[in-house]
């Protein structure tokens, strides 16, 4: 019972995946997206080897509250997210920058100490998603300052913002949304400061 939607993008088959009817966006208008998406990443990283990659899209019943989420899967992600208003093209779109953007951090890029890097592993993918995002005009600058404002402020307010990253581990998320931001945050900070260092020293990541 899920709807498929496939688009050939150059190098790379594109599939989605859509279950229920969505308020705010149709099939097509969130496959242009994902092609999107492709290109750019595939860009940045000049990485063409992907001949498929599939996201999938469920919906939560609980139309009183939002909820937005993703899991990587093997060449693709599934996505859950509240039907609802509140949900739309831009903020889904964050969430499958975000998702996207594992399939070079955490997937091609990775070691075997995965627990210890979930700063890295997380941190880094929602800093470069969202500096992709904002490069290519799929967020506005005043946006951009304040994801970073946002996530400085919060680090900062958080109770357990010294934890060891070893101690960290993805069963923790669960029992505690504190824990759960610490490496998200920790390093979309590092990445931060590298980024303007690099900039500083005349290094262009764009």
Not at 80 to 100: A, D, G, K, V
Not at 108 to 137: A, Q, V
Not at 177 to 201: D, H, M, S, T, W
Request: proline content about 1%.
């Amino acid at each position: 019972d899920f709807r498929e939607v496939v688009q050939e993008e150059g190098h790379v088959k594109l599939s989605l995946l859509v279950r229920g009817n969505w308020v705010n966006f149709s099939d097509e208008k969130l496959m242009i997206r994902l092609v999107e998406m492709s290109n750019i990443l595939s860009d940045y990283w000049k990485d063409y080897s992907d001949e498929h990659y599939t996201v999938a899209l469920l919906p939560l019943d609980h139309s009183q509250i939002t909820h937005l989420g993703g899991a990587g899967l093997m060449k693709g992600f599934a996505s859950y997210c509240t039907n609802n208003r509140s949900i739309n093209l831009e903020n889904i779109s964050t969430l499958y920058f975000h998702e996207f953007t594992h399939n070079w951090i955490g997937a091609k890029i990775r070691s075997s100490t995965l627990t210890k890097e979930l700063w890295f592993i997380e941190g880094f993918t929602e800093y470069l998603s969202t500096f992709l995002m904002y490069e290519n005009d799929m967020m506005s600058k005043g946006e951009y300052h304040a994801k970073i404002n946002k996530v400085f402020r919060d680090h900062r307010a958080s109770s357990v913002s010294e934890i060891p990253n070893e101690e960290i581990k993805y069963s923790d998320f669960v029992r505690s949304c504190e824990i759960e931001k610490v490496p998200y945050n920790r390093g979309f900070i590092y990445a931060c400061y590298l980024q303007n260092l690099f900039a500083e020293k005349g290094f262009d990541l764009s």
